[in-house]
């Protein structure tokens, strides 16, 4: 008889269900650490990035969170349809995915290739581009993600700006196939979201919460705020997600320099807080 | 016999007939500077702002520009909706407008009261306060044009984020009422800004144009770049409001720390240059 393997009990602090925790929000904070500090939250899942993931070993990084007893909700990211390397770039991260056992694939879908005004011509690229991944995704069991960055960054990362252009390209495809993401910062501002939310029902393949201040950065990436700091109704656009029908993970993701300088464990403490004050 | 008024013969330079320079292109311009230097580059139109208006004068600035022979093409701006003051502002700037034989009062809506989160009551005031002064306005001849703002000034400066948004308001008056500015900074990201704009028809009040570059400056307020500079397809823009049979002025409405700080008739020329090359 062998001794029974010992599970973390994760995903039982209060409310937590649902939480994830995606490590960009703590970027400085090294991935063991990331995952031990998660399971010592209570909190059940992460979202990974490849940068870190590559760095570490994605056989590795699979391995680890897997004895944590961690759930790996969404991969960032694929996507740069307009960069050269697109195609080899996608396959792989398909490919780390599977090996995360990480169900979403986010998908960004790269700006303008430079020097060029042809705003359709990128975004029929994009979706081209998604068309020749879908096979090869459906045969690793990953959905692709399409996630619409706000419009701020339509010339230089993601010309998919609304959720309802996402969804355009999304339904063309099978539903476990190619999916979107719903991230609160990008979309907020969007009168029609609630419609498309309703419209997306079970394309919803991951919904992201942080929130907005003002003035934003220069470059505008890093001008993301911890929930509840900002202007998002961030409990409403979780209703909507629930409503449409998602039942998955919620996804606490911020980016900006102020966060990224505090310690991990604080920051993960503090996702959690305005996750449960602002989101649940 | 008196003697024949001396008009300056302005709006004869080639291709200019619907060129107006927007003051704001070179802010620190003065204004008679900047008739003078309109006058003398074959511009036919300008279009002003209400604060170095109202510094100079509405009267005397009404006989300046109409001694000169330009038209002013739009005054920017009213609207701020969210603010309290925003009756009165609003009155005064048709009164303005009226003064200025100006036919279009700019609207930018106003963001998020501080502190709010309630983005359907911001834009309900907008809707609300719009439905107050129409019958101002249409006593006065001045169209009130909604802009709608790029969705990154939503937080702080107007709810209105898109076209359609904009003729969904608008839609509710009489089209000499309340029309729309199309402006391509705010809207070039939109992929459905070209059937927007063809549904705008006889609702735009007003064309501007300027270009997106990257990165955004901080704050994003001063981000334009002159005519050419960037990725918008700005002469697909005009064509498009062109189709849609909107024949009035085009505005050159750049905000930018480096234009700003060269002398105001050689961003004038460049603005006719970027105009030419780039627009017509």
């Given at each position: 008889m062998t001794a029974p393997q010992v599970v973390p009990d994760v995903g039982h602090a209060a409310g937590l269900a649902r939480f994830s925790f995606n490590q960009a929000t703590?970027?400085?904070?090294?991935?063991?650490?990331?995952?031990?500090?998660?399971?010592?939250?209570?909190?059940?899942?992460?979202?990974?990035?490849r940068e870190p993931v590559g760095e570490y070993g994605a056989q590795r990084a699979a391995r680890l969170v897997r004895a944590a007893g961690l759930t790996?909700?969404?991969?960032?990211?694929?996507?740069?349809?307009?960069?050269?390397?697109?195609?080899?770039?996608?396959?792989?991260?398909?490919?780390?995915?599977?090996?995360?056992?990480?169900?979403?694939l986010v998908l960004v879908a790269g700006g303008l290739p430079p020097g060029s005004r042809d705003l359709d011509g990128a975004r029929q690229r994009v979706a081209d581009g998604i068309a020749e991944l879908a096979p090869h995704a459906a045969a690793a069991g990953v959905t692709l993600a399409i996630e619409p960055l706000h419009p701020m960054f339509c010339a230089d990362r993601c010309v998919?700006?609304?959720?309802?252009?996402?969804?355009?390209?999304?339904?063309?495809?099978e539903p476990g196939t190619v999916g979107v993401v719903v991230d609160a910062y990008h979309v907020w501002w969007d009168d029609t979201v609630y419609h498309q939310i309703a419209r997306a029902g079970?394309?919803?393949?991951?919904?992201?919460?942080?929130?907005?201040?003002?003035?934003?950065?220069?470059?505008?990436?890093?001008?993301?705020?911890?929930?509840?700091?900002?202007?998002?109704?961030?409990?409403?656009?979780?209703?909507?997600?629930?409503?449409?029908?998602?039942?998955?993970?919620?996804?606490?993701?911020?980016?900006h320099a102020d966060v990224w300088a505090r310690p991990g464990r604080e920051v993960l403490d503090a996702s959690v807080r305005g996750y449960r004050e602002h989101v649940l």
């Open positions: 703590a970027k400085h904070w090294p991935l063991e650490e990331a995952v031990a500090g998660c399971v010592d939250a209570g909190v059940p899942g992460i979202g990974l990035w790996v909700t969404s991969l960032c990211r694929g996507g740069f349809f307009t960069a050269d390397d697109w195609r080899t770039e996608n396959l792989r991260a398909i490919e780390e995915a599977a090996t995360l056992d990480c169900p979403v998919i700006a609304t959720l309802g252009q996402a969804l355009d390209i999304a339904e063309r495809f079970d394309r919803i393949a991951a919904f992201q919460v942080c929130d907005w201040t003002t003035p934003l950065p220069e470059g505008v990436l890093l001008g993301r705020a911890l929930p509840g700091e900002g202007c998002i109704d961030l409990r409403r656009l979780r209703r909507a997600v629930d409503a449409a029908g998602y039942t998955g993970p919620i996804e606490v993701e911020v980016f």
